[in-house]
């Protein structure tokens, strides 16, 4: 099975600064990979990205993804206080739909 | 507005079973695949199971595979978690989850609150 690793596992960065994310997988996946957002343990996680670069509807302009492969990147442009949150990777081309570890990304 | 709503959770000893039910509103049920996702107390989270929307595909994660059992009841736009021998690592918060697709190889765009199942005697 394809293993999903991201890092850092966590940061602190102040506002308007730019955050990068890195989830990296054991084998190539083309670009069958989302991004979520999980503003609190237990609360309902957030899909962000799809498609390792496509904005869901309604996520503000300032999240981005890319990569393909094995190689993957969350961006926040200019960080917010309400960004706040664990964002997850999870690759999805084929069974078991895994998750990366996560990455707590919080105000400095 | 799309809506899955969990229920069926809650203390339960080793050994036993339970069926978690999450019933989905306001989209077309049988046009999407679907999900559970669990997440244990303080950790991440761990992609359960998923199911297409004909029933056709249906996978698991290994730790549960021979114990849980997925279905799904278009007629009822009604998703199900059958769990049997139940452990303690299965403590978790587990989520319904919509696909964005019919089949189970999607991102997940829809969650459901999430139900608690506790495993302990």
């Known amino acids: 099975d394809i293993e999903m690793t991201q890092s850092p596992s966590s940061l602190s960065a102040s506002v308007g600064d730019r955050v990068t994310i890195t989830c990296r997988a054991s084998?190539?996946?083309?670009?069958?990979l989302a991004w979520y957002q999980q503003q609190k343990a237990g609360k309902v996680p957030k899909l962000l990205i799809?498609?390792?670069?496509t904005l869901q509807s309604g996520v503000p302009s300032r999240f981005s993804g890319s990569g393909s492969g094995t190689d993957f990147t969350l961006t926040i442009s200019s960080l917010q206080p309400e960004d706040v949150a664990t964002y997850y990777c999870?690759?999805?081309?084929?069974?078991?739909?895994?998750f990366g570890g996560g990455t707590k990304v919080e105000i400095k | 507005e799309v809506q899955l709503v969990e229920s069926g959770g809650g203390l339960v000893q080793p050994g036993r079973s339970l069926r978690l039910s999450c019933a989905a509103s306001?989209?077309?049920?049988?046009?999407?695949?679907m999900h559970w996702v669990r997440q244990a107390p303080g950790k991440g989270l761990e992609w359960v199971s998923g199911?297409?929307?004909?029933?056709?595909?249906?996978d698991y994660v290994d730790s549960v595979k021979g114990r849980f059992t997925i279905s799904r009841d278009n007629a009822e736009n009604s998703l199900y978690l059958q769990m049997n021998s139940l452990r303690a690592e299965d403590t978790a918060l587990y989520f319904c989850?919509?696909?964005?697709?019919?089949?189970?190889?999607?991102?997940?765009?829809?969650w459901g609150q999430g139900i608690l199942v506790t495993v302990s005697s």
């Open positions: 989850a919509k696909s964005r697709s019919r089949t189970i190889a999607a991102a997940l765009n829809y």
């Open positions: 306001g989209f077309t049920f049988d046009d999407y695949a």
């Open positions: 199911i297409s929307w004909n029933s056709d595909t249906i």
């Open positions: 084998q190539g996946m083309s670009k069958y």
């Open positions: 799809y498609a390792a670069s």
């Open positions: 999870q690759k999805y081309n084929s069974a078991p739909l895994t």
